[in-house]
């Protein structure tokens, strides 16, 4: 578990959800199936690192930036404005 108190499927799952991306979507530009990042993001089972390159190539990440910021999720690149 990271530093941050979540366990990797979740900081993805909130990452991909930040971005504003659906798991079906994350899955097609990922060239992983929706069930893989399903089962991922609920922690049934460790991605290999193959896997997780492929997630944080599509999030933006590197998987140093991963490992080592947990706070990289909220790196300002990221950032989206609601206009209301």
Known sequence: MSDDGLAP????SEIRQQLGLSQRRAAELSGLTHSAISTIEQDKVSPAIST??????????SLSEFFLNPKSRMNPRWSLIRMT
């Open 9 to 12: 499927g979740k900081r993805l």
């Open 52 to 61: 997780l390159q492929k997630l944080l190539k599509v999030y933006g990440l």
